[in-house]
């Protein structure tokens, strides 16, 4: 059985898989991690097993396990608590919550759009994170934290007393 050696939020490892399985697969079955789900494998629309690898947004159903040799892998589970915490809260604040089924997957990518200082661009973030998971007012909880467009009778502020501002970046991936 093959291995596939790579960074698993911040720790190495060494991971068995059957071939032809894909990221999703290996992360679930073989890692135990759960955060990414399956809503639409190997379909690739739904975004709810969204991964970082090098701190890029992936979809893990669309990754093979050989395409990650020696990469750095980061699930919900590896997101810094801090950064999990407030964007759950500002998520809550904007009612940008859905079932929790895809939340995970959203976060994900809404922490790297603002690892990236790209959340200053309204519609990007609309259509990276709320288009994706279908509602309109998903996009509020990543405004919200990093203070911009958020739509709320508080204006926007963050609910984080020293939120990540938004640098002029105007490309999200
Ligand atoms: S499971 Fe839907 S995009 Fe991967």
Known sequence: MPKAKFNLNGKPVEVPYEPGMHMLEVLR????????????????????????IDGRPVLSCLRKPEQIEGRDV??????????????GKAFVLEGGV???FCIPGIVVRASSMLQQGCTGDREAVDRSVAL?????????????????GATS????????????RAKATPVCR
């Open 29 to 52: 079955e073989e890692c135990g991690i759960v955060s990414p789900k399956n809503g639409c494998a190997p379909e690739g629309t739904c975004g709810c097993c969204a991964i970082l």
């Open 153 to 164: 009778a508080s204006g926007g502020a963050s609910p984080n007393k020293t939120p990540m």
């Open 132 to 148: 994706r998971a279908g509602g309109g007012t998903v996009g509020r909880g990543p405004r919200r934290y990093s203070g911009v």
């Open 74 to 87: 980061v699930t919900l589970e590896g997101v810094p608590e801090e950064m999990r915490d407030v964007l």
């Open 98 to 100: 859905q079932c929790g």
